[in-house]
Every structure is written in C-alpha cells, then in structure tokens.
C-alpha cells in the first residue's frame, strides 16, 4: 500500500530516502532468476557518473519525470499506457513477452532495458519504477547515486488495483488517464458481470505440480468476478499445494490452469496429466486463464475480463 517516504539505509550504511511504493504484482517473482551482478563490478561504471548525475536527479524530484525507466512487468504495462512515448527511455525485457504481457506489440516500440544499473546509468532516467521485492542490490546502487526510485507492489484484489493506476497516474503526471483506464476497466468488468454462465461455480486454478493460487490473489479475484469460487477446503490466503488426491476429494467443477497441458513436458506437468485428472477433467471442464492476465493489475484487467466472459459465454448450457 501507499507509504510516506522514509528514511532507509543502502547496503554501504550511508543514509539514502526511499521513496513511497506504489500501490499494490505477481510478476516480481519471474525477475528473481536473473542475478545481480557483483555491487563491486557496477559501481565502477555508474560511481563515474555519478557526480555530474546528482544535482540533476535532486532537482527533477519534485517536477513531472521526463526520463522514465521500468523494471519491472506490472510497472512496464502501466507506464506504457499512462505516460507519453517521450517521457519513457525503456522497458523491462519482459514488457514484449506476449506470454506475460498484454501490451507486447506495443512495448516493442520502446527501448529494451537490460537490467543492470550500469545499463541505465547512461540513460539518465529521473524515474526508476522497479518491483518491490526485484533486484534488490541494484536498488541499493541506484538509490545511493540519486535515482529516484519507487516500488511496485504486488496486488491482490481489484480494489488495490485502482488504487495502484491512480498512485502510478499521479506519479508520472496524468492523474487524468488514470481515471480514463479505470473506467475502461469497469466497463468490461460490467460485461463479464451481464455474460451468460454455467449453473456450477466451483473452481481451482492449479499449477504444475498442485501449486493453487488462494483467494488472497488477483487470479482468485478475476475468478470470482466470473463467479468462479473456490471449493471448500481450499487452500486460503495465498494458497499452497494440494496433492492430487486432496484435488480429487475437493472436486472443483472446473479445473483451471494458465494454458492448456496435453503432453507433459517437464516433472511438474505429470500432475496435470494424470490419467485421474483427464478423466475428471476433459476440455469441456477445464479453463485456461493465461499468465499475462494474472501477473499484474492495470490495462491487462481489461483484457482479464472480456476473456473470461468469453470463457463463461462458451460454457453456459445454451451454448
């Protein structure tokens, strides 16, 4: 949630100020697999820098930021849909993965980002959007050479969300398109709410392996708006791993996983095409909800919720 700045110590002690994280994103997970490089080894490029850096960054804290950078994939997708073309040197790498992201054709049109701070030094951004829990050495460096730095936080349900939109909006100086989204996003949350829909409403959204989102989740959220609850005796919070036996006994109506699993291509797939799952759980019962509508709150809500009441439309009986 929305935290005043507060005083913070870098990795070397020396006082810095973290600025406040935005919002409330699941994608900060998927960035954890590319390493930091060694502190020492970044800072002998950026620390060159540095000085001429900081009175520039000082000054531009308080102004609209002109010079926007993202780290991250929820940051990535708001950015490129709130700010102006000009006002952005770069996204994530992961910003044109269409597996992931919903605005991958357009993220094309931007700068790649290589994540390493002594990529972004040169570029001289006076925004650095990153994920709370990603990278955190390259935080600490950036953060002690003057970046302004904000953290995206992960969200959980759609109130968060909009909360999130407005925050990253105001943040990069278009309060105005902020409200535009949201009201983009409730109108098709009031089209996923007028859909046709099946009488039974249980369902689980399982991953390789058993792993299954808890209702403390954005995928647990666009679920219920499509009046898909879990069953109960379901993982709570954020949810956990149900063996495949406790997945039989609880008996979801509907199985629902990111993307359709016919032949098993690695360990933790076996469990989705078990010969007791496939029996219980042929196509006509099973959802596919994809990544990319999952990972983050912001434009991709909007195409969340047309896809599920597409999903619900095909299921209900007098289709």
């Known amino acids: 949630m929305p ?14 100020t973290t600025e406040r994280t935005v919002g409330a994103i699941g994608a900060t997970r998927q960035t954890r697999r590319y390493l ?15 000085v001429l850096l900081s009175g520039e960054l000082c000054s531009a804290h308080a102004e609209t930021p ?66 709370i829990w990603d990278r955190p050495l390259t935080q600490r460096l950036l ?31 278009h309060p105005e398109r ?14 996923l709410a007028t859909a046709p829909r099946p009488a039974s409403s249980t369902a689980l959204l399982v991953g390789n392996g058993g792993y299954t989102v808890g209702p403390d989740s954005l995928a647990a959220a666009l679920m219920a708006e499509a009046g898909l609850t879990p069953p109960r005796g379901a993982p709570k919070r954020y ?5 495949l036996e406790r997945l039989i006994e609880l008996r979801p109506d509907y199985l629902v996983t990111a993307s359709a699993v016919d032949v098993p291509d690695g360990q933790g797939a076996l469990y ?18 994809p990544s990319r ?11 969340a919720f047309d896809y599920l009441a597409d999903v619900m439309t095909r299921l209900a009986p007098s289709h």
């Open 143 to 173: 953060r002690s050479l003057g970046f302004r730095v904000v953290g995206v936080d992960v969200v959980g349900d759609l109130n968060a969300a909009r909360a999130q939109i407005r925050d990253v909006a105001a943040l990069i100086g």
């Open 272 to 289: 989705l095409t078990h010969p007791a799952l496939r029996a219980l759980y042929p196509p006509s019962r099973r959802i596919v909800l």
């Open 66 to 131: 002109r010079r926007i950078a993202s780290f991250n994939l929820c940051a990535d997708q708001l950015v490129a849909t709130l700010a102006d073309p000009e006002q952005v040197v770069g996204l994530s790498p992961y910003a044109s993965d269409p597996r992931v992201s919903t605005i991958a054709d357009k993220a094309r049109t931007f700068t790649r980002l290589q994540l390493q701070a002594e990529a972004l030094v040169p570029l001289r951004p006076d925004l650095v959007l990153v994920g």
């Open 239 to 243: 949810g956990g791993y149900v063996p």
């Open 3 to 16: 935290a005043e700045l507060v005083p913070a110590q870098a990795g070397s002690g020396h006082p810095v």
């Open 178 to 191: 902020g409200e535009a989204l949201i009201a983009d996003i409730d109108a098709a949350q009031r089209r």
């Open 36 to 50: 930091d490089r060694p502190l020492a080894q970044t800072m002998t490029v950026a620390l060159s820098v540095a």
């Open 293 to 303: 509508f999952t990972l983050c709150a912001g434009p991709s809500l909007i195409g």
